[in-house]
């Protein structure tokens, strides 16, 4: 009685506080411009005083950017299966390579400490050369083929390697066995490597640019989903299946099911506009801007947005490799949006996070969880709260608190719980439990969170946004293949690093996240909220400038000094660009003058419209 009293009265009080809240915000906005989710409580078992309306609650954009831009989210949907199926690779090794049925099975379990972490980490990296391979022939598959067509091709690919590894041992020595799987793992690193670079890049060229950074965000949602899935297939295999053959085949046949999807999926999506555009396929290029949009082809959102993506390209269709490679260099803006995908790839993986993914039963072990099951259940539980944390960062936080701040919070985050993790082991070698244990089991998770909520999914994001238009292919195929090298070494020095520095291992990598976090502060300008065509302008002159004053705190480094907004830039270049090609003084004068109006008109309505 006493509890049900004290429910009573709490919600008796949240009812009038809900009451007070609603009343104060409808007088404070009484033209009702905001969108408000009305929920009724009612309940026939509960008392007539719990039964309360709470009108005039705010409801989440979310609905009304889901009902905009749905065939956008369903193309951002049928890809992402691609990360689905990256993540289920990267997380799910680290748990097959904990049960001791595929050790037994592989001979693991017969050699010395050394050899065994220099084996695991043959059979994790195996599909980091595969996807390094994979990233770099995206040049050349991209460019002709295109970028739907690259995805249902990296599928098939992706399912045969798959298949491969799920037939590994069978009839063959240990020794053969243990081949096989290596070779199974490299295919299917081949198709990762294709999904890995062609997914972001896909989505940063079909996305409206309201919603660009959520549906390019949603890889690493896509990455934590599968790796989540895969820590759990891992955990059931090892608590339902008796110790055999099955208990560890299990979590290979499952990790088809992704690839399967995404072939099915992308079946019935359209090829990216831009690279249509580039193809000089105009109309088909219409109609997928028309399918994205949900607008009709003739549409003026649609038409001026084929205009922009024309202008752009104009004079840099069909671009060979080669030549996008010497064109990086054309100019030094150009050179420095080159590097930076690949900048960001790279500091991607020094966070430590796949050292976190594919070793985490290890990494848990060493803080005291010894048991086999129970270390998976941990990885399993990680795998989850990566999920919460992604959810809030793509929905919310990638696009309110903007790429820039997403980096510097999440890359602190992450340096912190690398710091503590690494002071703990250092002061506390012995696997027995103490109370700073549970503190650091705690730091994993929190380190997944800071991951997930920065260099997770946004450095995925800028770095697509960032790649000029007519260079994009190189640049993200180079950016793509940085990231699976530095993949492939983190996997390697990883499990001989657990061994011979033990704690320094943490202390590595929460350095290099401090490092990022300065550098992002001072040197990346926020990208958010700029059509692809923009960006450039970002990093014209006072990129330092412009970037402090998009920092938290920024201001104070930089005074009263102000950078040149994108806008003036923009239409100077194109009051420029329509002035050279006068052919006369006067006509130059009255053209530019012309170009700077319509440029006006055309900013302000792309702005009001959302074009993509």
Request: net charge positive.
């Amino acid at each position: 009685m006493l509890l049900v009293s004290g429910v009573d009265l709490l919600w008796t009080h949240a009812a009038q506080a809900a009451a007070l809240l609603t009343r104060d915000r409808t007088d404070k906005n009484p033209t009702g411009r905001k969108r408000w989710l009305s929920i009724v409580f009612k309940s026939r078992s509960l008392p007539s005083h719990w039964q309360f309306r709470v009108s005039e609650m705010p409801f989440s954009r979310l609905v009304d950017d889901v009902a905009r831009h749905g065939n956008a989210y369903l193309v951002t949907s049928a890809s992402l299966m691609g990360y689905v199926c990256y993540g289920w690779e990267i997380g799910m090794m680290g748990g097959v390579l904990a049960l001791p049925s595929f050790q037994r099975y592989f001979g693991l379990d017969k050699v010395s400490v050394d050899a065994r972490a220099s084996l695991s980490g043959n059979i994790v990296s195996v599909l980091q050369a595969g996807g390094f391979f994979g990233s770099l022939s995206t040049t050349y598959l991209s460019v002709h083929f295109g970028r739907r067509t690259c995805l249902i091709l990296s599928a098939v690919v992706y399912l045969i390697g798959c298949l491969i590894q799920c037939v590994a041992g069978i009839g063959s020595t240990q020794a053969v066995g243990l081949s096989v799987l290596y070779f199974g793992r490299f295919v299917g690193g081949l198709g990762i490597g294709l999904m890995s670079v062609i997914t972001p890049n896909y989505l940063s060229e079909c996305a409206p640019r309201a919603i660009r950074g959520r549906c390019t965000g949603g890889v690493e949602l896509a990455l934590t989903v599968g790796s989540m899935l895969c820590f759990w297939v891992n955990y059931g295999s090892s608590l339902n299946i008796p110790s055999g053959e099955m208990q560890w085949r299990t979590p290979f046949i499952v990790q088809m099911v992704p690839g399967v999807l995404l072939f099915v999926f992308m079946l019935f999506q359209p090829e990216s506009p831009r690279w249509l555009v580039e193809k000089q396929r105009y109309d088909e290029a219409a109609q997928a801007l028309s399918y994205i949009a949900k607008k009709p082809v003739d549409d003026a959102v649609v038409i001026a947005t084929l205009g922009e993506i024309k202008a752009d390209y104009s004079g840099k269709q069909k671009i060979p490799f080669l030549s996008q490679i010497r064109k990086m260099g054309e100019s030094r803006t150009i050179a420095l949006r080159c590097a930076i995908p690949s900048l960001l790839t790279c500091f991607q993986q020094l966070t430590g996070t796949n050292a976190i993914n594919y070793y985490s039963p290890e990494i848990f072990a060493e803080l005291g969880i010894s048991s086999t099951t129970s270390s998976l259940f941990a990885t399993g539980v990680y795998g989850i709260v990566k999920l919460c944390a992604t959810v809030f960062a793509v929905v919310y936080a990638v696009e309110t608190w903007g790429r820039k701040r997403c980096l510097i919070y999440g890359a602190l985050g992450q340096g912190l719980m690398m710091l503590w993790i690494g002071g703990y082991v250092g002061i506390h070698p012995q696997s027995t439990i103490v109370p700073a244990t549970y503190v650091s089991i705690v730091a994993v998770y929190l380190y997944g969170v800071f991951l997930c909520v920065g260099w997770g999914p946004v450095a995925y994001t800028v770095a697509t946004e960032v790649a000029p238009n007519h260079v994009r292919t190189a640049a993200i195929a180079i950016a793509g293949a940085v990231m699976w090298l530095f993949t492939f070494i983190i996997a390697q020095i990883t499990p001989i690093m657990l061994v011979h520095i033990t704690y320094g291992t943490y202390l590595f990598f929460g350095m290099l996240c401090l490092i990022m976090a300065s550098y992002v502060y001072v040197f990346l300008p926020e990208t958010g909220g700029y059509a692809l065509e923009d960006t450039g302008f970002l990093f014209e002159k006072g990129m330092v400038i412009r970037a402090l004053e998009d920092a938290p705190g920024g201001r104070i480094f930089i005074g009263k000094k102000k950078s040149i907004p994108v806008a003036e830039m923009k239409r100077a270049h194109d009051v420029q660009r329509s002035s050279a090609r006068g052919t006369s003084g006067g006509e130059s004068t009255n053209r530019g003058l012309h170009e700077e109006k319509r440029c006006e008109e055309r900013t302000d309505f792309v702005r009001t419209e959302g074009v993509i």
